[in-house]
């Protein structure tokens, strides 16, 4: 999905962020101040770029540093200023052309609709206990790292300190997170590769002393057992992994299937719900993909279909509606994503419409006929 792209992205980054934050050897006091200075440039830079809900990470950072005395207020402060002001001479100006809106700032937006408008239910609601007890476990995956190897840290004197610095500010930012209804694994994701190093502080401490005690030698096996174990599982998720995106799928098959039912230089309307735009539809999908933003549209030939309109929802919003020419049938593709309660409602909307991808038939106004359908994974049973 295309959300993944800047996910993958921050997650790098905030973890060299992260690494800033580990003992190095023979590091001098000044370093040590400006290795922990970089962390906190290199999260507002990226937070406020790619992921707005590093702010959230922040706070507890900050108050750890403060309460440690690791860094001054005002270091902070300048620190922080200085990764905003980086982020956003970076993000304004290239979303902004690429968006054709000026200044347009995502991430505030993405910030204002969630937050400030308290929108991100209409996407789900967890109980506030979600990423307590089911997105963690499933992120960490091996049950070792939180039942055996980060209990087993904190009781040991020489790695405490390290494993509270590394834990403790970690999952402050997951509860605070947690108050937020909607509750995605992604948005706590950032948290794993310290966690895992915590972990792995415990793994380590029960390897090295497994020849002096039998039940070190028996924890050191099933630390084995359990990493084998964990592979083998990962490689199976992968391949059902791949069942996760219907959305796509259908409109694969959509693409198979228009070219039967229409004439060729027809314009074809496409309308994608919720669900379909969530797994697995993205721009990458488009016949043909978009054409380069810094590049004029090619003029059209005399037998296509007029040139493409500009990107423009029924409400005047941003990319709920986009066109694109299939060069290989001849097809004049405009795709819709609205999801206004109101349109929904009203029989004129779905009129103007060739094609539906529904997750709900049934609210699918007017006289339809299901061509096809497309199974999901939904979960294994016993």
């Known amino acids: 999905m295309v959300l993944h792209k800047p996910l993958v992205q921050t997650l790098l980054i905030v973890t060299i962020a992260f690494g800033k934050l580990l003992p190095t050897l023979r590091s001098s006091s000044a370093s040590h101040t400006t290795r922990r200075k970089t962390f906190l440039t290199l999260l507002t830079t990226t937070g406020v770029i790619f992921r707005s809900e590093l702010a959230l990470l922040l706070i507890p950072r900050t108050l750890h540093f403060l309460l440690r005395r690791e860094l001054s207020l005002s270091q902070i402060i300048s620190s922080e200023i ?117 972990a792995a502080l415990g793994a380590n401490w029960i390897w090295t002393r497994r020849a002096k005690t039998l039940t070190n030698r028996l924890l050191a096996l099933v630390l084995i057992v359990s990493v084998a174990g964990s592979f083998a599982a990962s490689t199976l998720m992968l391949a059902v992994s791949r069942l996760n995106y219907p959305g796509a799928d259908a409109l694969h098959r959509l693409h198979a299937l228009a070219p039967t039912h229409h004439a060729p230089g027809a314009m074809v309307h496409v309308h994608m719900d919720t669900l379909a735009c969530m797994t697995g539809i993205t721009r990458f999908l488009q016949l043909p993909p978009p054409s380069p933003v810094l590049l004029p549209p090619s003029p059209p030939s005399s037998s296509s279909s007029p040139a493409t309109p500009p990107e423009e929802g029924q409400n005047g919003d941003p990319d709920t509606t986009s066109s694109s020419k299939n060069a290989t049938t001849n097809l004049f593709y405009i795709y819709d994503k609205s999801e206004n309660e109101t349109q929904l409602l009203d029989p004129l909307f779905w009129a103007r419409f060739d094609w539906v991808l529904a997750e709900r038939p049934e609210r699918v106004i007017g006289r339809w006929v299901m061509v096809d359908t497309v199974d999901s994974y939904e979960g294994l049973r016993v």
């Open 82 to 198: 200085l990764g905003f002001l980086i982020g956003i001479s970076i993000t304004v100006p290239i979303d902004s052309l690429l968006w054709q809106r000026f200044p347009l700032w995502p991430e505030f937006s993405a910030f204002s609709y969630n937050v400030l408008h308290s929108q991100s239910s209409n996407w789900g609601t967890s109980p506030w206990h979600f990423y307590l007890t089911s997105a963690l476990p499933r992120l960490l995956f091996n049950p070792l790292t939180y039942i055996l190897c980060i209990p087993l840290s904190f009781t040991q004197p020489a790695l405490r300190c390290a494993v509270a610095d590394l834990v403790v500010p970690n999952l402050a930012f997951v509860l605070l997170y947690s108050l937020q209804p909607h509750k995605e694994w992604r948005f706590i994701i950032y948290v794993i590769p310290p966690l895992l190093t915590a």
